[in-house]
Antibody, heavy 123, light 111 residues
């Protein structure tokens, strides 16, 4: 079955960078957008951005532009999200999730989701 | 602050029906963009519940249904069960923001 497995929890100091990975399996990796969504403790869901694993095209939420970079390595079916200049309010669980449409041309729903990666920013 | 507005909490007795609203604007739901719903239990990733306004993925019980009208959407849950107690989130797209938007989430309590 389609699966997304993320890297483990991480702790960073303010001002540092974090890179979270999301490894896909059991489907054609290059055919489906991967989205990143975050959830601060006790809060709701927030869209961070997305990447087309085939072309490498990225699309970021305005709030994160200039601080986030999404990349992919097609040889190992893995996408990465790097967030720079971390602040305490970046503490959150970061999820990757797949667009269900092959070669999607619109923004769709997300299914499945990775298990989430807790990033803690603390001095 | 979330772009889509949901009630922070709803509750209902077992066997009863509840609805969760998701209110947007003319730049998102009102512009014709689809609404999707997710169910999330504490400490776990969200799970797709309804897609494309009113479609259920395989494995989701028929007790869950979605609808959309104008600038709002709703999730209805009939025959409430204790295991339905969770957070529920709506999601859509906003053309002014050019991106994905979520509701703030609704905590369902089964009394």
């Amino acid at each position: 079955h389609v699966q997304l497995v993320q890297s483990g929890a991480d702790v960073k100091k303010p001002g540092a960078s974090v890179k979270v990975s999301c490894k896909a399996s059991e489907y054609t990796f290059t055919g489906y957008y991967i989205y990143w969504v975050r959830q601060a403790p006790g809060q709701g869901l927030e869209w961070v951005g997305r990447i087309n694993p085939d072309s490498g095209y990225t699309d970021y939420a305005e709030k994160f532009q200039g601080r986030v970079t999404m990349t992919r390595d097609t040889s190992i079916s893995t996408v990465y999200m790097e967030l720079r200049r971390l602040r305490s309010d970046d503490t959150a669980v970061y999820y990757c999730a797949r667009d269900p449409d092959y070669k999607a041309t619109a923004y769709n729903w997300f299914d499945p989701w990775g298990q989430g990666t807790l990033v803690t920013v603390s001095s | 602050q979330a772009v889509l507005t949901q009630p922070p909490s709803v509750s209902g007795a077992p066997g009863h029906r509840v609805t969760i609203s998701c209110t947007g604007s003319r730049s998102n739901i009102g512009a014709g963009y689809d609404v999707h719903w997710y169910q999330q239990f504490p400490g776990t990733a969200p799970k797709l519940l309804i897609y494309g306004n009113n479609n259920r993925p395989s494995g989701v019980p028929g007790r869950f249904s979605g609808s959309k009208s104008g600038t709002s959407a709703s999730l209805a849950i009939t025959g409430l069960r204790p295991e339905d107690e969770a957070h529920y989130y709506c999601q859509s797209y906003d053309r002014r923001l050019s991106g994905v938007i979520f509701g703030g989430g609704t905590k369902l309590t089964v009394l």
